[in-house]
């Protein structure tokens, strides 16, 4: 800071960008490819200093803009297992799935910690050419003729053609000047997280991957004590990465658990248990996850302003798998890309960026956020993470819990937990809805 | 694992506290009870107490989430911001 910085407020850049997460660099790295003077202020005292992930990035987009990123990035362990579980408090039932194809390069899924990864992808847009200044909080967008003109930030004004809000969830710039509505409890989960060290072996071998290789896990039920949301596990390279996500409209429904309790929870149900045990506590983090995708999307371009990533509520959950980070690099790239065509014009109102709307919509984020665009509200549907869990449990233990007593029909032992949702039609149009949803 | 206080979790994590300049400010005389334990049980940093009647809540320790600004602003809490550049929580894994 000090002379370097008050030596830049002299200037006016091309372009501001908020924010030095993943769609924030993303648009950098474009934009200083091309040529453009492009600033970005990150808050935190560097880049993935304030975000945290599940988390797993789905690498197609970043392969678009730097093919085979995977092998110089700091990536934690490509995924290559999939599971996902119902969990009651003395039970759970998981669906593992394994596929050669999950391991090709086109559609390949890393799992990540942001610290490393954001630091890393700030160094490849600095490359470019883009400028970086970290440990500065932009405060205020300024304003004149009806358009965004720059930002104000510790003290100091400073311009640019196009200002691009890249400042993750809450969003309070974009609040401010009225584009987005303050977030309501239903569109918004927090997820609370836990790294826990454990040599690299140690993560390999209980998880059954080769080295270098991972597992992706997402639990519904029990973790959460029945309220909306559910336990995640991503393998890291010599972590592993556990937490809980809950809606925040469900926070203190079914078991009236405390938001840092769940992890706890999670951490001692007998099937996660035993993979992190002897596991050393690194950090504790928490956040806020977009997820009401579709539905909450808030006004994405105005003059000489944009929204990318997750200030733009770019995010999937589907229950099975959740999406952010792809979203936002795209996000991030597209957001240049309309930039790069007003500045063309030399014409970078509401008008003049809008290209940016038009390269959303032919992009896998519209198409896949509009595709899915009932899940949130089938997600929301109480019953997948109580009595579903309960199902699969009673089902499970019919199955294989033998005790020498005269077995009992195998539909019997489901029906008093069928009856909890309402008998076999209810519970067959839960799964009518579920079906409909993907 | 054995379990773990929330005091001892966030006694691990990298903080550069702005001590005298918080960046969440509450309603000190707010009383709706249901309300306020809404905050209890949804902060993840077990920053917002009640005991006896008795509201407090200390900013050191935040997560910087934004969990309780969604549930609570206008109600408990009255000003929300994130801290001014550098300060705050610094996370070193993420």
């Known amino acids: 800071m000090g002379e370097k910085w008050l030596l830049m407020s002299e200037e006016k850049f091309d372009v501001i960008i908020v924010g030095g997460g993943l769609a924030g660099s ?40 730097i093919p ?15 599971r996902v579980t119902m969990a009651t408090g003395t039970g759970a039932m998981t669906i593992e799935y394994g596929s050669n194809k999950l391991k090709d390069p086109s559609c390949a899924s890393y799992s990540v910690l942001r610290s490393k990864f954001d630091k890393w992808f700030a160094e490849q847009g600095e490359a470019q050419g883009a400028m970086y200044v970290t440990g500065i909080r932009v405060d205020k967008l300024l304003q004149k003729d009806g358009r965004v003109c720059g930002v104000l930030a510790a003290g100091d004004e400073l311009y640019s053609d196009v200002v691009l809000l890249a400042d993750g969830v809450n969003s ?3 609040q401010q000047i009225g584009m987005k509505k303050e977030l309501s409890p239903h569109q918004v989960a927090v997820g609370v997280k836990e790294v826990i060290g454990l040599d690299e072996k140690t993560v390999s071998d209980r998880f059954g991957v080769l080295p270098g290789e991972g597992a992706a896990w997402l639990v519904a039920g029990d973790p959460t004590g029945g309220a909306v949301g559910g336990g995640f596990l991503y393998t890291d390279k010599e972590s592993v990465s556990i937490g809980t ?8 429904s079914g078991g009236n658990i405390k938001v840092p309790d769940m992890v706890e929870r999670f951490k001692s149900n007998p099937v996660i248990a035993p993979l992190i045990e002897g596991g050393k506590l690194l950090e504790y983090s928490a956040h806020l996850v977009p997820e009401a995708g579709y539905k909450m999307i808030p006004e994405l371009v105005w003059n000489g302003v944009l929204i990318a990533g997750d200030a733009a509520g770019f995010v999937m959950n589907l229950g099975y ?4 980070m792809d979203l936002a690099i795209e996000s991030g790239r597209l957001a240049a890309e309309a930039i790069l065509k007003a500045k063309e014009k030399g014409d970078f109102s509401m008008n003049g960026l809008s290209a940016y ?13 509009r595709h899915y665009q009932n899940m949130p509200s089938l997600m929301s549907t109480p019953q997948l993470f109580n009595e579903l869990p309960a199902v699969a449990d009673a089902l499970m233990r019919g199955l294989f819990v033998v005790d020498g007593k005269t077995p009992v029909k195998l539909i019997k032992t489901i029906v008093p937990a069928i009856n ?3 008998g076999f039609i209810e519970a067959g149009k839960l799964g009518i809805k579920a079906v409909g949803a993907m | 694992m054995g379990k773990m206080s929330l005091d001892n979790k966030l006694g691990l994590d990298r903080f550069n506290i702005d001590q005298h300049n918080p960046h969440i400010t509450i309603n000190d005389g707010y009383d709706n009870k249901e309300k306020i334990n809404l905050l209890v049980m949804a902060c993840p940093a077990g920053l917002y107490q009640y005991e006896n009647g008795k509201l407090s809540f200390n900013h050191e320790g935040c997560l910087e ?11 408990v809490v009255k000003s929300w911001s994130y801290p001014v550049g550098g300060k705050g929580i610094e996370f070193t894994q993420g």
């Not at chain 1, 990123?69 to 297992?81: G, L, N, Q, S």
């Not at chain 1, 709307?357 to 956020?369: G, V, W």
């Open chain 1, 26 to 65: 993303a648009a950098a790295y474009t934009l200083a490819k091309a040529g453009l003077e492009v600033l970005v202020i990150e808050r935190g005292n560097y880049c993935g200093a304030k975000n945290m992930t599940g988390g797993r990035l789905y690498g197609h987009s970043l392969e678009k803009m």
């Open chain 1, 68 to 82: 085979n990123f995977a092998e110089t990035a700091p990536v934690e362990r490509k995924i290559i297992k999939e």
């Open chain 1, 321 to 324: 798998t959740i999406r952010g």
């Open chain 1, 357 to 369: 709307l038009t390269l959303l919509e032919n992009s896998f984020i519209m198409r896949d956020l």
């Open chain 2, 65 to 75: 989430c934004g969990t309780c600004r969604v549930l609570s602003k206008g109600r």
């Open chain 1, 420 to 422: 909890k949702i309402g």
């Open chain 1, 172 to 174: 309070i710039l974009a």
């Open chain 1, 245 to 252: 996500v809950v809606t925040l409209s469900d926070i203190g």
